[in-house]
DNA sequence: ACACAGCAATGAATCGTTTCATAACCAGCT
DNA sequence: AGCTGGTTATGAAACGATTCATTGCTGTGT
């Protein structure tokens, strides 16, 4: 036999299945010797609750679901540890779900999750999904968007001001007396992208003879960056930025690989460098990363906090906007 | 109305539930006008089916689980990613479990992942896990080991030759004419851990003159590595080795943070350090790390591969133990 | 005209758990 | 003895999709 059912462990037992039911349940309700035979008759055949059947009873998964944009980027590796430890204090489990940037995926993950009928969703969106946030939400199935603010102020949200943090990042550039800045990153639809070059220009617009140079990415790893760097670096000298702001750490990183290929560029003499997220890498770095600091795993607690608040309330629950401000870490890569 | 369920699209299409099932599972066998009103039904009532009936009905779930131990670690999501590749080919979804080196938690995932009846497991374990093993077994739930041999040959497992990584790793640094050899890492628990050290020790004793150290750590994470290399930075200099060898990057990346502090030791001059993993950050450390590589995505598709092989054969499955070749990547940290 | 094959559609039974109205029992009181 | 209140235990119903034996129908061949 594959798999022993509660009505095995009543047989065993010699009482109902509703009483075996009971014993896992509400121990209370049942007599210390009937507990005690339900459950060495569960030891004896080796009982383990079905999940499938109690989800279908109850209506509601245990799960909640988390889609991001890479799941290989420490920054989401660090959100989603913030996620599952509250969730954990809830008993309930994140589903990771990585999209990789690519909206078909995405909304793969959104299709299975309403299928498991998770209790809710953290969204770090791709694409515009506020038309599938609210086929969700007709659902009954909440949803926090992460590392996002939305326009739309309908839905939760748990963020970082990137339009600031993209401003501090420029700023800091040009207080270095750099002017030739090279805003690398994208795609421009990501959001996060869209922001922080936003706030460069911000910062680049309010300081004459300053220019901004944007150059596009196809994704924020560090194959992309390296990409980048080793196009910059086999520029003609005078054609050269003298500072980059890549729009996160994994892209930096890979600038400053292809910038120092072959004894190429000196960083941060010749070009000043910096980053965005702080990850771990970052300070370990050929030259230590400047970067833009985010809370991660507090902002994937905090949206975790949130979203159950949401599911908690009957309803006409006032969606909720967090921004937590972004912090400017200096190292080696703008020093110097 | 929360949701709908076969029976109102069944009811709005005018057709029975079977039918519905059939359009959704069996399409050839309906005619092309019902199918035509049940699918305007579905899109009517915005039908989503519920995956807790259907796995209750088929008795096992469309989810293999995979337990790692540490999901920060490059070399796990690169590892994931491979399996999740595999599984999406296959209709299957990756659940994937971070132990963080924990027993406990291990356990726990391993609890979870029976409840949910999936199709089968990957594991890179903590413990001792084979009783465990062989219960789930015993519930038709495979399961193969990843980034471990077994000295159980009763399961299947794919792992890179750890012993032989370690004694590259070694033999690497021996051949730099470097002979106070340490070997950072820990818990010793952890197998891949005691198969590189082993691998080194084995290196080390081939050559006269040569001894090995070796400083425990709590875990393989960049903070770990870290103190290991403070500790080290602070000895009087001739109490110091002359080459390190990390049990992983993330250890090696930290232990050359801690090395490198106030202008502390010089490396590769002052000591040689070779870690292990090749994770992408690995060359864009402050000193390019040299380190074995391991095909991840690899390991994690041939692991699925092997899961699915033992999942379809009815029985007197022959368990297969898949083992690849490490491969030494040598940067600046043990050059000059 | 009849039999039969072949295709479509049906709907009751099933998966395993939880819930809840009901039953059984006992103790204490009048 | 009869009644009440309070525990415990019972077992049928429900969750939603799938399956499969059965029915209904159409068309073909004799």
Redesign the pocket.
């Known amino acids: 036999m ?9 047989a065993l037992a ?13 121990p ?4 210390a ?3 005690g035979r339900v459950q060495s008759a569960i030891d004896k055949l080796g ?8 989800q ?4 509601m998964s245990h799960s909640i679901g988390l889609v991001v944009l890479d799941a290989a980027n420490p920054f989401f590796t660090d959100l989603a540890r913030g996620a599952e430890d509250r969730a954990t204090a809830e008993n309930l489990t994140v589903l990771v779900g990585n999209s990789n940037e690519d909206e078909g995926r995405e909304s793969a993950y959104l299709d299975l999750f309403e299928q498991q009928r998770v209790r809710g969703v953290l969204l770090s969106p791709v694409g515009n999904v506020i038309p599938r946030l609210e086929q969700l939400r007709r659902r009954g199935i909440p949803t926090v968007l992460v590392d996002r603010q939305t326009e739309n102020l309908s839905f939760s949200s748990v963020a970082v001001d990137d339009l600031a943090g993209g401003e501090m990042a420029a700023a800091h550039l040009l207080s270095l007396g750099r002017r030739r800045i090279a805003f690398v990153g994208g795609p421009a639809s990501i959001r996060q992208v869209a922001d922080r070059l936003a706030g460069a220009r911000k910062a680049v617009d309010a300081v004459a003879g300053a220019a901004l140079e944007v150059i596009a990415t196809e994704s924020l790893t560090v194959l992309s960056g390296r990409a980048a760097g080793e196009s910059i670096r086999s520029r003609p000298e005078a054609e050269r930025p003298d500072a980059i702001f890549a729009a996160n750490d994994l892209l930096a990183i890979g600038v400053l690989q292809g910038l120092m290929l072959m004894g190429g560029v000196n960083v941060p003499q010749e070009i000043a460098l910096i980053g965005y997220d702080d990850i771990e890498f970052a300070a370990a770095a050929v030259v230590p990363l400047s970067s833009i600091r985010q809370p991660s795993a507090l902002i994937g607690s905090t949206a975790l906090e949130l979203l159950l608040r949401e599911a908690a309330a009957e309803d006409g629950f006032a969606p909720t906007q967090v921004v937590f401000p972004p912090e400017l870490i200096v190292r080696a890569s703008t020093q110097g």
């Open positions: 594959v798999s022993a059912s509660v009505k095995d462990v009543a010699g009482v109902s299945v509703g009483t075996v039911s009971n014993v896992l349940n509400r209370e309700k049942v007599s010797e009937v507990t009982f383990v609750r079905n999940d499938a059947a109690r279908l009873r109850a209506g």
